[in-house]
C-alpha cells in the first residue's frame, strides 16, 4: 500500500497527527465540516507543492514527510529558510499568494482544505483560530532560535540541532515521548542538510561521522538513527533545555 492510500479514506479522528494540527482543539461538529472541505494530496520528492507567487487554492497540514520552503532572489540565487515537518500548516489564511517555493524534500502527504471554506469556517470556529494562532507563534520561536543556529553556532552544533528537532517532532507526532533512546529514519540527505545549514556536504559527513564516534548517535546505514540520550545531543547543540524549538 502506497503512502497516498494509506490516507485516502481516513477520517479526521484516525489522523496521525490530529493532536498537533490545526484541528487539534476541534469538536466532533467541527471535524465534520472540516470533512467535507478536505482532500488528500501526495507529491514525489523533489515535486514542487507551491510556487513563490502562486495563487493559493489551498492551505492543510503536512500529514507526513517532509517539505523545504525556499526563496529565490532576483539573480536566481536561492536560499532554504525552512522545513515542514509533520503537523505543520501550509498556506497562510487572508493571503492570495505564495511567499515562498514549497518542495517535497521527501515523499510528502498533504491534508489539504479548500482555502475560501476554510477562510469562512475560521470565522465561526474560534477552535481553529485559536490554534492556527498558536502554530504561528510557535513558528515565529522557531524562526528566532534557527537564526541563532546559523549565525553563532558551530557545525558540530547545528548538526545536533537539526538532529535534535527531527527527533523531538518524531517522538511527538508519534507520541512515543522522549524518555529512553530515541530511533528514527533520518528524512533528509546530506545534501539537503548542508544546504539547509549553509555547510559543505563534507562538513556535514564529518561532524555526523564525529557524533557516531563519540557516541552521541549511533546510525544503521546512513538514515537509521538512534539517539541513546537526547539530553545529550541538547549538549552537543548548545542548548541548556530544548532549545526553544517546539516539539
Not at 79 to 104: C, I, K, N
Not at 118 to 123: G, Q, V
Not at 183 to 190: A, Y
Request: hydrophobic share 40%; net charge negative.
Amino acid at each position: 500500500m502506497t503512502v497516498k492510500a494509506q490516507f485516502d479514506h481516513s477520517n479526521c479522528g484516525d489522523c496521525p497527527i490530529r493532536h498537533r494540527a490545526v484541528c487539534a482543539q476541534c469538536d466532533a461538529d467541527e471535524l465534520e465540516e472540516l470533512e467535507s472541505i478536505k482532500y488528500y494530496r501526495s507529491f514525489e520528492a523533489g515535486q514542487t507543492i507551491i510556487w513563490s507567487g502562486d495563487q493559493m487554492s489551498f492551505v492543510g497540514s503536512v500529514v507526513a514527510g517532509i517539505a523545504s520552503l525556499t526563496q529565490t532572489m532576483e539573480d536566481g540565487r536561492t536560499q532554504m529558510v525552512g522545513l515542514l515537518l509533520p503537523s505543520d500548516f501550509v498556506g497562510r489564511p487572508g493571503r492570495d499568494t505564495a511567499p515562498y517555493d514549497v518542495q517535497a524534500t521527501t515523499d510528502v502527504v498533504m491534508c489539504c482544505f479548500r482555502k475560501k471554506p476554510f477562510e469562512e469556517l475560521m470565522d465561526h470556529t474560534p477552535h481553529i483560530a485559536h490554534r492556527l494562532l498558536q502554530m504561528t507563534l510557535d513558528e515565529l520561536d522557531a524562526a528566532r532560535e534557527w537564526m541563532l543556529v546559523l549565525g553563532r553556532k558551530t557545525a558540530r552544533e547545528k548538526i545536533a540541532s537539526l538532529l535534535s528537532i527531527i527527533a523531538r517532532r518524531d517522538a511527538s507526532v508519534s507520541q512515543k515521548g522522549l524518555t529512553g533512546s530515541i530511533v528514527f529514519d533520518l528524512p533528509l540527505t546530506r545534501e539537503a542538510m548542508a544546504d539547509y545549514l549553509g555547510l559543505t556536504l563534507e562538513t556535514v559527513s564529518r561532524q555526523i561521522s564525529a557524533l557516531k564516534k563519540d557516541g552521541v548517535i549511533t546510525l544503521e546505514g546512513k538514515r537509521h538513527v538512534t539517539i541513546p540520550d537526547l539530553g545529550r545531543l541538547m549538549e552537543e547543540a548548545g542548548d541548556d533545555s530544548d532549545g526553544g524549538f517546539p516539539v
